[in-house]
């Protein structure tokens, strides 16, 4: 019996081709819905991965920073990597302009300029140059790979043409992501309270699991949320989570934390206009003596 005559075969046939195509997939169908979806849920994990690098990977003490704000939370991540989005952002912006040059409508061309030169002015001087470094070895692996495919034809090495830089930012970024995880999202205080509150209770160092109070009426923390009249603050060095009135704070003053934020620097633009960097917050452990003199 030939396969025409076979019942049902075309039924068949309409089946397996139709799985073969749904195995296929159609970038088109990704469309602006769908890369938000993405993008939120990318957001929702970088956020969940930054709290439990904060609490220094204690599963107890990121349930209990889960009590800070989502806003604050997600804000205060993309906050304290400024200092390398923007680089990212200024060189990021004249790479597309550059390789879809042609794509690219004379109308959308002055948002392209702005947002190239506003960003180089904003960026730190030395992550600027960090960025400008991940440039030139990535010019340096497009030129290897030119000079490759040259004498190698391969759609893999096609594929890689013109890519080297984002890939390289794409790596220096989520090596400063990890390098900095456990930098909390908000600024570190500095704060003297009426009675001694308690900022840690075992040793982080030695003596693991062994019960050893330690309490102080100054101290530096993050502070994590303030409602009903209670505060909640991050110890800084500890990473014990504190929780006391807020109406026994005699001194809060927002200081830096060299240990764990990342060490300010003059813009571009201060760079040109020959200014020099001159932070508004000092180094916290000034601060903590400072405290501790007063009456």
């Known amino acids: 019996m030939d396969d025409d005559e076979v019942p049902g075969a075309d ?13 296929k997939w159609d970038g088109a169908s990704f469309g602006p819905r769908e890369l938000a979806a993405a993008g939120s849920a990318l957001l929702i994990l970088v956020v969940l991965i930054k709290i439990y690098g904060v609490a220094h990977f204690s599963l107890t003490t990121t349930t209990g920073l889960l009590a800070a704000p989502p806003v604050q939370v997600a804000l205060g991540t993309v906050t304290i990597y400024a200092y390398h989005v923007l680089p990212a952002l200024a060189l990021g912006t004249c790479w597309l302009a550059v390789r879809y040059r ?14 190239a030169i506003v960003a180089t002015l904003a960026s730190p001087f030395q992550y600027l140059l960090v960025e400008l470094g991940v440039v030139a070895v990535a010019a340096l692996l497009e030129l290897g790979l030119w000079r490759l495919i040259r004498h190698r034809t391969s ?13 390289l930012a794409a790596a220096v970024l989520a090596y400063q992501f990890l390098a900095s995880l456990d930098a909390p999202w908000v600024s570190a205080q500095a704060f003297r309270v009426d009675s001694a509150a308690v900022v840690r209770t075992q ?8 019960f050893d109070v330690l309490s102080d009426r100054v101290f530096i923390g993050y502070p994590i949320a303030e409602e009903a009249g209670w505060l909640t603050v991050l110890h800084a060095d500890s990473r014990y989570l504190m929780r006391f009135p807020s109406s026994s704070v005699r001194d809060r003053l927002t200081c830096h934390y060299e ?19 001159d932070s508004p917050n000092i180094d916290c452990e000034l601060v903590r003596t400072y405290l501790y003199g007063r009456p």
């Open 102 to 115: 042609r794509d690219i409508a004379w109308g959308v061309w002055p948002v392209i300029v702005i947002v």
């Open 11 to 23: 039924r068949m046939i309409e089946r397996v081709s139709g799985r073969g195509r749904r195995r």
């Open 203 to 210: 040793h982080m160092t030695w003596d693991q699991n062994e």
């Open 259 to 277: 240990k764990d934020q990342l060490q300010g620097d003059r813009p571009l633009l201060s760079v040109l206009q020959g200014r020099p960097y």
């Open 155 to 167: 759609p893999t090495l096609n594929g890689l043409r013109g890519m080297m830089f984002v890939y």
